[in-house]
C-alpha cells in the first residue's frame, strides 16, 4: 500500500508540464488495471502498478524496471519506432524529475506517441477497418512467427502441464465474478469441462508442437487494442513482458487470439480472412487442431481481464457494469466455440482463368472455411515462396504428372487433418481428372462430411485473356500460360452422371454460400 500511495503522488505531479525536459501539449493519464500511462503531446510515459496478481508481480522497484527493460526489447521486434528507451523518475514524490538526480522514484518506458485514435479497435467501432488492414496484420504476424527463437527443451514453458496452468488459472479468477450471474456460472461450468477434456485429448500434439518448434517467444497479447494503423504502416505494441511463461507458446495460441476477437467484434468474414492468409503463409494447417481450444481460451483470457478492471477501486458504477458485460461476452463466445460443428469438404472444378480463386477467396469470407490452394501449396512443396517463378513447363518440372500427382496428395493430406479437425475445407485446384475428384471424394467419405464440387464454366476466349492479363502483372502464384491451358482443355476429364448431385454451379458467392448453409445445417 505504501509503494501505490508514492505512485499515486507521482502520477499526479507527472501531470504538471514543468515535470518534463521537452515541449509538452495537454496531458492525459489513462489507466488500465497494471499501469499508469502519461501522454504528453510528443511522447508517451508508461509506469507500472506496484501489484502482484500472480500472474504478474511488479510490486518492487527492482521488479518493474527488470520488466521496463523487457518491455522495451519485446515490442522493438514489432514496433521499434515506437519504443524509445526506459527513463528513471527521481528525486521527490511531490516534484519528480524526468532521468534528473537523486533516488529512482519509479521507471518507465518512453514511446513516440501515436494517435490514440488510429487503433484497430477504434477503427473498427469507427466501422473502419478493412481487409487491408487484416490482410497487413495477418502477414505481420506470420512472417513475425517464422522469425522468432524457438523454446529450448529445458525449458517448461509450452509443456501441456504449463498451458493447462494458464488455462485452470482463468476459472480461478473469474468464477466469483462471473458466477454472480446464472447464465455466466453456466457458460463457466460448460467452458471449464469442454476444457478439461480437450486439453486431456491434445496433450499428445501439445508437446509434439513444442518439439517440432512451435512454442515460440510471440506478442502474447494480440488483440486489436494493441495494434494500431499509422500513415499506412501497422503497429503492433504492448507485447507481454511480465509473464515469461504467457509469451513463450505455440504460435497457433497466438493466431487464435487475434482470431476470436475478430469473432468477438462480429467479424466472422474478418476472422475466416486473417487466419486463411496466415496459414496460406506459414503451412501450418496441423496446427489448426489446436486452434479451437487456444481460442476458447484467449476469450477466457479477456473475460479475465474485464472482470479485474471491473474489480478496481474508483471505478464509475456504468464502467463497472460495462465490464462485467464484456467479461460477461465473452464468456459467451467461448461458450458457443466449444460447440462442434460438422464440416464439409468442397472443391472446385474448373480450368486455370476460371475465376477459382478469386472466387474461393470471397466464398471463405461468407461461409468461414480453410482454404487450400493448389498453386501455393505446389510452390511450398518446391521449396519455393508463392510468387517466385519455378521456370517449369507445361508438362515438367513442379508442372510434371509426378509432381501434380505428389501435390493433389499432399493437398488431400491436409484437408484431411483440417476435418478432423473439425473445420470446412475449401480445396482451390481444377480437379480437372477424375482421379483428383475421387481421391477427395473419399477422404469425405472417411470423415463422414458432406462432398461438393464447386463447378466454374467459362468460354475459352474469356479463360485465355485472363490468363494473359494475369502473366503481365506477375502477382500471382499460378504459372498457367496459354500452353498450360491448351493441354488442360486437351486432356479434362468432364463431370461424370454420378457428380452430378454433389455439384453447386458457381454463380454467386451469396447463392454458393447459402446453398452450403443448408446442406451442412440438414446434415447436422
Known sequence: MKEEAAQKQIIEALLDPACYPHPVGRIQHVETHISHVLLTGNFVYKLKKPLNLGFLDFSTLDKRRFYCEEELRLNRRLAPDIYLEVVTFNGDVAAPCLNGPGPVLDYAIKMDQFDPEATLDRLDHLAQLSVQHVDTIASTVADFHLNIPCVLMD????????????????FEQISEQAGERSKGLQWLE???????????????????RRVQGYVRECHGDLHLGNMAWEEGKLLIFDCIEFNPAL????????????????????????ASRFLNRYLERTGDYAGMKLLRYYAVYRAMVRAKVAFIRAAQSGLPSEMVEYERQQGLYHLRLA?????????????????????KTVFSQ???????????RSDIERKRLAGLEALTKSGSSAESGIYSREFSRRTYDFLAELAETLLEA????????????????????????????IFCILDFLV?????????????????DASEADI?????????????????AHMVIEATTVESVAAKLKIAVTSHN
Request: proline share 3%; net charge negative.
Open 155 to 170: 525449458s517448461s514453458w509450452g509443456t501441456a502441464e504449463t498451458i493447462w496452468e494458464s488455462v485452470a488459472q482463468n
Open 190 to 208: 460448460t467452458i471449464h469441462q469442454w476444457s478439461a477434456a480437450e486439453h486431456n485429448r491434445l496433450v499428445p500434439d501439445l508437446e509434439l
Open 247 to 270: 509469451r513463450w507458446i505455440d504460435v497457433m495460441s497466438e493466431v487464435a487470439f487475434c482470431y476470436m476477437d475478430l469473432l468477438f467484434r462480429n467479424h466472422h468474414d474478418f
Open 335 to 355: 461458450e458457443r466455440l466449444t460447440r462442434a460443428v460438422k464440416p464439409v469438404l468442397m472443391i472446385t472444378h474448373g480450368l486455370s482463368g476460371s475465376g
Open 362 to 372: 470471397s466464398l471463405i469470407m461468407k461461409f468461414e472455411m480453410i482454404s487450400l
Open 422 to 449: 473439425g473445420w470446412p475445407v475449401l480445396v482451390d485446384a481444377t480437379f480437372i481428372a477424375r482421379w483428383q475428384r475421387e481421391l477427395f471424394q473419399q477422404i469425405a467419405m472417411r470423415c463422414g462430411v
Open 459 to 475: 468460354p475459352e476466349a474469356l479463360l485465355r485473356q485472363r490468363i494473359q492479363a494475369r502473366s503481365v502483372t506477375g502477382k
Open 483 to 499: 500452353s498450360v491451358l491448351e493441354l488442360q482443355l486437351r486432356t479434362q476429364e468432364a463431370l461424370t452422371h454420378a457428380e
